[in-house]
């Protein structure tokens, strides 16, 4: 969409009667030489129709009819032309079936340019009911006014006017302290729900009122495209304290409800709603903080200019999970369930964004080849490579974002797909920007022949930084690391992976994965142990990685012991020239670190004396 959803009525123009309404409902037109349009708003069971076509009224657009319920009646004959606005309800009835079918007929042969389809959000949350309306209605619009525009618009719950989820907050406000604040959903004013419907169909005008004295003067109709608009994600106790009123009968409610509260009911009610969600679809709407698109356009609908600022897209091992990342305000969209892959040729991998380092392995092995990086951690995902340094200890290719050589992403900022190679001033201008609200669709990277992997392990004590380097800068080897227990320890070991036997002892391991990396993977395939791990992290342990310049690391490994390190994993990142890098202008050492919580304030106080310039990883730092 090429306008942003900022278009809002005159507050000042009053509503004027003056057009036929559909049954009897409410008509306003402004009192201005008429354009030759109406808009025609069908209240299909939502009664926030009524609250759009008084949003019209006072504005200087266009005429409007609300047609109520199944009446249809006789519309403007002086209207020269007219846009359908459908306001469904996720559970729609015969009558309403009925309604628009009368509604579709009624406005056969008449000039129908743009259809907004309202639908709910709660398609996004598997709910079928909502998917069969939406999907019926679409193709009842497409066969009765093929001609026209047409778009869907999912909202959250919409507040303010007649809105059934606004009366409810007003009439349960008292019970607030019962409700557990981790009950959270999508709740969009009704104002600006109405405006990007505005927007919408005034664009859709313009284009159709441009020039078209050639083949590229329109923009494509983009037909049944979905505009997804959450809103803020807020708790419903937040939301009923809005609502309170000050009242007698609403205080000693409110008084009561503390009282249970204190009882743990408002806990109990809270643990059955999410445990009947997994079995009821239209429950699960009540309480929302991830959404999982199952397509890519699925999740551009929720990623266009007027929604990308209520989301925060990630991965599989987003940080939410892991590091207790907050994003207050925003749901969190998951691209988990857009994870396919294919090999589309000797040493070329094509995935979507959302498949995880454990998808490409797995599909690459039947193939017999394998990704040039491979991180300690299977679990996280390809699309997330793109704005964050994923590594292993490969020594040809620093990061899995090295090895991509083509990216496919939505940018909602143009409002349009983007393929850039790995040459493209668009590429350059992506990966690492966390900036960007590019959202990554699919990526192409390069593999290798798989081969087995062969360790040998060496126990230095208290070695220097130099020599450290020397060993991390190992070209003989494929992969190479090292590993110190603790910062106190005067112990390290340094592994150094071939493909060939050579000196190394033991037999080839499928992956250059030291014990602790096999072991959270196997944690993260059981759904008990991988939450507890989580949990776990999140809540006692300190997740950090430093990048290094070669003297940063030297004043590093001289004064870390004084810090309570509980592990250090070191690995070498040359320099890749990328604009947005934080290895843009020299190699690096990284150096990821785990601390128990108690001990952040001693390991702050010794980065901000001793290396107060380092550059940290944004993906892997724990909240």
């Known amino acids: 969409?090429?306008?942003?959803?900022?278009?809002?009525?005159?507050?000042?123009?009053?509503?004027?009667?003056?057009?036929?309404?559909?049954?009897?409902?409410?008509?306003?037109?402004?009192?201005?030489?008429?354009?030759?349009?109406?808009?025609?708003?069908?209240?299909?069971?939502?009664?926030?129709?009524?609250?759009?076509?008084?949003?019209?009224?006072?504005?200087?657009?266009?005429?409007?009819?609300?047609?109520?319920?199944?009446?249809?009646?006789?519309?403007?004959?002086?209207?020269?032309?007219?846009?359908?606005?459908?306001?469904?309800?996720?559970?729609?009835?015969?009558?309403?079936?009925?309604?628009?079918?009368?509604?579709?007929?009624?406005?056969?042969?008449?000039?129908?340019?743009?259809?907004?389809?309202?639908?709910?959000?709660?398609?996004?949350?598997?709910?079928?009911?909502?998917?069969?309306?939406?999907?019926?209605?679409?193709?009842?619009?497409?066969?009765?006014?093929?001609?026209?525009?047409?778009?869907?618009?999912?909202?959250?719950?919409?507040?303010?006017?007649?809105?059934?989820?606004?009366?409810?907050?007003?009439?349960?406000?008292?019970?607030?302290?019962?409700?557990?604040?981790?009950?959270?959903?999508?709740?969009?004013?009704?104002?600006?729900?109405?405006?990007?419907?505005?927007?919408?169909?005034?664009?859709?005008?313009?284009?159709?009122?441009?020039?078209?004295?050639?083949?590229?003067?329109?923009?494509?109709?983009?037909?049944?495209?979905?505009?997804?608009?959450?809103?803020?994600?807020?708790?419903?106790?937040?939301?009923?304290?809005?609502?309170?009123?000050?009242?007698?009968?609403?205080?000693?409610?409110?008084?009561?409800?503390?009282?249970?509260?204190?009882?743990?009911?408002?806990?109990?009610?809270?643990?059955?709603?999410?445990?009947?969600?997994?079995?009821?679809?239209?429950?699960?709407?009540?309480n929302v903080h991830t959404l999982k698109p199952r397509s890519q356009g699925e999740l551009i609908s929720l990623c266009h200019p007027g929604n990308i600022g209520r989301v925060r897209v990630v991965g599989y091992n987003n940080g939410v999970n892991h590091f207790g990342h907050r994003h207050p305000g925003k749901t969190v969209v998951s691209t988990v369930r857009c994870r396919r892959t294919a090999r589309i040729g000797p040493g070329r991998l094509k995935a979507d964004a959302g498949a995880t380092i454990r998808d490409a392995l797995d599909c690459l092995s039947a193939s017999g080849e394998d990704l040039y990086v491979l991180p300690n951690y299977s679990y996280v995902s390809l699309g997330t490579a793109l704005f964050v340094p994923i590594h292993g200890s490969s020594v040809d290719f620093a990061t899995v974002a090295d090895t991509i050589d083509r990216v496919v992403f939505y940018d909602p900022d143009r409002d349009r797909i983007v393929s850039a190679s790995r040459d493209d001033a668009e590429f350059a201008a992506t990966v690492y920007n966390l900036k960007s609200r590019a959202v990554a669709l699919r990526l192409y990277l390069r593999t290798k022949p798989k081969a087995g992997y062969f360790v040998r392990r060496e126990i230095r004590t208290r070695p220097t930084a130099g020599e450290l380097l020397e060993a991390l800068r190992d070209r003989g080897a494929t992969n190479v690391e090292v590993r110190q227990g603790s910062a106190a320890s005067d112990r390290v070991t340094v592994s150094k992976y071939y493909n060939e036997p050579g000196t190394a002892a033991g037999t080839a391991l499928e992956l250059p994965r030291d014990a602790l990396g096999r072991l959270w993977d196997r944690l993260e395939e059981n759904p008990i142990s991988s939450y507890l791990m989580h949990a776990l992290s999140r809540h006692v342990a300190w997740h950090t990685e430093l990048f290094l310049t070669p003297d940063e690391f030297e004043v590093f490994w001289r004064t870390h012991a004084k810090v309570p390190l509980r592990k250090i994993q070191l690995r070498y990142i040359r320099r890749d020239g990328m604009p947005h890098s934080p290895f843009r202008d020299g190699d690096c050492v990284s150096a990821d670190l785990f601390l128990f919580r108690p001990d952040k304030p001693a390991y702050d106080e010794y980065v901000r004396r001793t290396i107060p310039s380092v550059r940290f990883n944004p993906g892997k730092h724990s909240n």
């Open 1 to 286: 969409m090429d306008s942003p959803y900022s278009a809002s009525p005159d507050p000042s123009t009053p509503p004027v009667p003056g057009i036929d309404s559909v049954g009897v409902g409410m008509a306003v037109r402004d009192e201005r030489p008429s354009t030759g349009e109406i808009v025609v708003v069908a209240d299909l069971g939502n009664p926030i129709a009524a609250d759009y076509a008084e949003f019209l009224g006072r504005g200087p657009r266009a005429g409007a009819v609300l047609v109520p319920g199944g009446m249809t009646g006789r519309l403007a004959r002086e209207a020269d032309r007219m846009s359908l606005i459908l306001f469904l309800t996720p559970r729609p009835t015969a009558e309403g079936r009925r309604a628009l079918a009368d509604l579709l007929k009624a406005v056969q042969g008449r000039d129908v340019r743009f259809v907004g389809i309202v639908g709910s959000f709660r398609i996004h949350l598997d709910d079928p009911e909502c998917e069969a309306a939406e999907r019926d209605a679409l193709a009842r619009v497409r066969e009765g006014v093929p001609d026209a525009r047409v778009v869907v618009l999912r909202p959250g719950h919409v507040l303010g006017g007649r809105s059934p989820v606004d009366a409810s907050l007003r009439r349960l406000a008292p019970f607030s302290p019962l409700v557990p604040g981790r009950l959270h959903s999508c709740f969009i004013q009704g104002q600006e729900l109405f405006a990007a419907i505005e927007a919408l169909r005034t664009e859709a005008a313009s284009r159709e009122d441009g020039p078209s004295t050639g083949a590229m003067s329109r923009a494509p109709r983009r037909d049944g495209r979905a505009y997804t608009l959450l809103g803020e994600n807020a708790s419903w106790r937040e939301l009923l304290r809005r609502h309170e009123s000050p009242s007698l009968g609403g205080t000693i409610v409110a008084a009561a409800a503390t009282a249970l509260s204190w009882l743990g009911v408002g806990q109990a009610a809270g643990l059955a709603l999410t445990l009947l969600a997994g079995r009821i679809p239209r429950l699960r709407a009540w």
